[in-house]
């Protein structure tokens, strides 16, 4: 697509409920990055994929979150049990090399009740 | 451990006020740097970018940039804002380790808020 496309845009969600956010990058880009944004915190690094593969996994706040990339592709992250503190905007960015700066989606808000 | 600071959190201007966001970074090696905005309701977009060469980068809308290795820094400037320059504003540095992996590490970010 000409973009990066997350979905869903918004999603309200009960505590202790699982959820799956979704980032379709450009195509042809290999890199991908989930990053989440809260209020106050600026960014935050999650996790970053190379093609299907994660070499680093580093910023995963706890092993409630977890992420794939199919196909050199899309990408999925599930968070589950969500908790309050998960309230924040789940960014996706690609980059066809990483040295080329990154375009982002639009994010997915998501807001744990 | 590597890190970004911005030392601005908020700033407020007139518009034809001359901006600079300063930006700080800790990091040894090699690194390119970015500065990205993100506009009220929109997502995140890049500015300018370096990776080599000439330390003063043009960008986008008047931006610019001037990357300063001995004092790790790389401050945004503007000659001359304007009410539509209000948004949130990311430095975010690259940095390489272990081969080949890569990581981008950012700013908490500067909220410029432009008085018409």
């Known amino acids: 697509g000409a973009g990066v496309s997350q979905s869903p845009s918004n999603k309200v969600t009960e505590k202790g409920k699982d959820v799956e956010l979704r980032c379709d990058p450009i195509s042809g880009h290999t890199a991908l990055y989930w990053y989440r944004q809260s209020l106050g915190q600026g960014l935050e690094f999650l996790i970053y994929?190379?093609?299907?593969?994660?070499?680093?996994k580093s910023g995963l706040p706890s092993d409630r979150f977890s992420a794939e990339r199919t196909g050199g592709s899309v990408s999925t992250l599930t968070i589950q049990r969500t908790q309050q503190e998960d309230s924040a905007v789940y960014l996706c960015?690609?980059?066809?090399?990483?040295?080329?700066?990154?375009?982002f989606g639009s994010g997915t808000r998501l807001t744990v009740v | 451990a590597q890190s970004v600071s911005q030392h601005n959190h908020h700033v407020i201007l007139s518009e034809a006020a001359s901006l600079e966001l300063g930006c700080n970074y800790s990091?040894?090696?090699?690194?390119?740097l970015f500065w990205y905005v993100q506009y009220p309701g929109q997502h995140l977009q890049l500015l300018l970018k370096y990776f080599s060469g000439d330390p003063l980068v043009k960008g986008i809308k008047g931006f610019e940039a001037e990357f300063i290795k001995s004092k790790f820094s790389f401050n945004l400037r503007k000659p001359s804002v304007q009410w539509s320059d209000t948004a949130e504003y990311f430095c975010?540095?690259?940095?390489?380790?272990?081969?080949?992996?890569?990581?981008?590490?950012w700013g908490l970010g500067t909220s410029l808020a432009v008085n018409p």
């Open positions: 975010a540095v690259n940095v390489q380790w272990a081969g080949n992996n890569r990581k981008l590490i």
């Open positions: 994929f190379q093609g299907n593969s994660a070499p680093d």
């Open positions: 960015a690609s980059s066809l090399v990483e040295t080329y700066g990154y375009t």
């Open positions: 990091y040894g090696g090699t690194v390119n």
